[in-house]
């Protein structure tokens, strides 16, 4: 914790001697990491390598930094261009993978009880939008787990415990 270090960074040494990558909820995914050009480069890196990236919560959103324009692609859903933003996620890495993301329905519930304010766009949607295949619980806040090939996605905070063993297990597979 008290050795910080900046994505570029971690770019720039390599990302080779690294087994997986792990992304926590929270808003930065949303606000930050899905538009940044070092994660769309970590991204691609361990989706050719194969290697286990593991995205929980909010998390899961930042696949979208994988496009080759995402700044355009969530100015496009911020707008409601629905149309633009599937045009800008042709031949994106990770269209058709199943996944999952923190639901529309559990968001509003926090906007309304916890934040008292809204977010731009629908995660669901903008996932869809960008090719992926994406399903969530009927029940708000149950654990669900979607692992598809070397990306391992978690709903929620109650998703943790399953996505981390869901992690360790493909870590295991990996370095068999």
Not at 77 to 102: H, K, N, P, Q, S
Not at 146 to 157: A, F, Y
Request: with cysteine; proline share 3%.
């Amino acid at each position: 914790m008290n050795d910080v270090r900046t994505l570029k960074s971690v770019v720039d040494e390599g990302l080779d001697g690294f087994a997986g990558v792990f992304v926590p909820g929270g808003h930065a995914p949303i606000v930050d990491l899905m538009v940044d050009r070092d994660a769309g480069t970590i991204l691609r890196h361990f989706h050719a390598a194969a290697k286990p990236t593991a995205l929980l919560c909010h998390g899961p959103v930042v696949v979208v930094a994988a496009l080759e324009d995402a700044p355009a692609f969530r100015k496009a859903l911020e707008e409601g261009d629905d149309a633009g933003a599937a045009d800008l996620a042709r031949d994106w890495i990770y269209a058709g993978y199943r996944m999952t993301v923190f639901s529309a329905s559990e968001e509003k519930i926090a906007e309304e009880q916890v934040l008292e304010g809204e977010l731009y766009f629908d995660m669901e949607k903008a996932l869809r939008s960008a090719g992926g295949d994406v399903s969530v619980t009927d029940r708000n806040f149950a654990s669900n787990v979607v692992v598809d090939r070397e990306l391992i996605t978690g709903q929620n905070p109650a998703s943790d415990r399953a996505m981390a063993d869901a992690l360790i297990e493909a870590l295991d597979r990996a370095a068999a």
